[in-house]
């Protein structure tokens, strides 16, 4: 009888394990140049040079305090040094067994992701091609998709780069109406891929260079009367909102976005994404990182009504961590 009592308890504790609802961290960041680029150093302006170590090590402390389960990565120059960011990642006790790297138009600053979780497919649009001012471009930095599996299904994670403010053509200043291009390219891509977003579950994350009510926003989040999916809100520990810092003028923007399908907007642990504001953060690069925790119930488990169910559930009341 109690080898029978041992069995049962250990039967309903991993029952417990499975069931249970689960929690999976996504961040985007924006590293500044992680690799050989121009660059103002303490001893003047150089060459093809590389990011400091001291800011290797101010990105490597953020990086760890986040946590992600997915991070979506922003100006990661090489394969190589992506690898790099892995090894000294993983020799201070942070693994991301997984990764993935896009080449896309621009061939100094790509997008790239690192994950905890599997990935169970990688996609990479290099090739997003757009009308514009009379020719055909593409997106610069392209589009990356990745595949992870949840408890209630698999996720799609969209990363995002779009064009700069920087720009040599007069008829487009801040490059704004190419970002709009860039960007209903991304959300066709999208839409090919989930033509009824209602029903999908993916994730939009990245440097979107425009802020929250920019047409370069909207284009990604909606489409004539259908919404594509939900720009998260986002503050810090202190109720600011900035994720870009322009050193040159002194000036703070909101151009990094988490936006999710319609129907994970429930997922969404506290009803809204975070900016981090924690340690090192500021020597890091000029942007600071966005995260954002879903939490999804098993698929097939039953809710308090009996129904089965395998749609993303929250519960409770959430505060945030201070970093």
């Known amino acids: 009888m109690r080898l029978l009592r041992l069995g049962a308890a250990l039967f309903f504790a991993l029952f ?8 999976l961290t996504l961040a985007t960041y924006n590293v500044e140049n992680y690799g050989s680029v121009d660059r103002m150093t303490e001893a003047g302006f150089r060459r093809d040079y590389p990011k400091p170590e001291e800011e290797k090590a101010a990105l490597r402390t953020v990086i760890r305090a986040l946590g992600a389960d997915v ?15 892995r090894r000294d990642l993983r020799a201070e006790g942070l693994d991301y067994p997984e990764s993935a790297f896009l080449e896309a138009e621009d061939q100094e600053r790509h997008v790239a992701l690192l994950s905890r979780r599997p990935l169970r497919a990688v996609r990479r649009h290099g090739d997003l091609a757009f009308a514009y001012r009379g020719g055909t471009e593409r997106v610069k930095r392209g589009l990356l998709e990745a595949v992870v599996g ?23 200043p801040g490059a704004a109406d190419r970002r709009v291009a860039e960007a ?23 440097d979107c260079n ?13 489409m004539g009367g259908t919404t594509i999916a939900w720009r998260l809100p986002a503050v810090d520990s202190r109720g600011e909102t900035w994720t870009e810092a322009y050193r040159w003028e002194g000036s703070y923007s909101v151009l990094d976005h988490i936006l999710v399908a319609p129907g994970l907007r429930t997922a969404v642990r506290g009803g809204s994404a ?10 890091a690069s000029d942007h600071r990182p966005v995260l954002v ?8 488990r039953l809710t308090d009504q ?12 959430v505060t945030w961590p201070a970093p």
Do not use: M, N, W
């Not at 425009?210 to 909606?222: E, F, V």
């Open 71 to 85: 991070l979506a990565l922003q100006e990661i120059g090489s394969v190589s040094a992506l690898e790099e960011l």
């Open 210 to 222: 425009d802020g929250a009510r920019s047409a370069a926003l909207r284009r990604l989040a909606t």
């Open 150 to 172: 949840t408890p209630a299904g698999d996720l799609t994670i969209f990363v995002v780069h779009l064009k700069s403010r920087l720009t040599e053509r007069p008829d487009d």
């Open 274 to 283: 975070r900016v981090y504001d924690g340690p090192g953060v500021i020597e």
């Open 184 to 206: 209903a390219a991304v959300r066709a891509c999208i839409r090919a891929r989930f033509p009824d977003p209602s029903a999908g579950r993916f994730v939009i994350l990245g």
């Open 306 to 317: 009996g129904r089965p169910t395998g749609e993303p559930t929250v519960t409770g009341t």
């Open 293 to 300: 925790i879903l939490q999804f119930a098993p698929r097939g």
């Open 16 to 23: 417990s394990l499975r069931t249970r609802a689960e929690s």
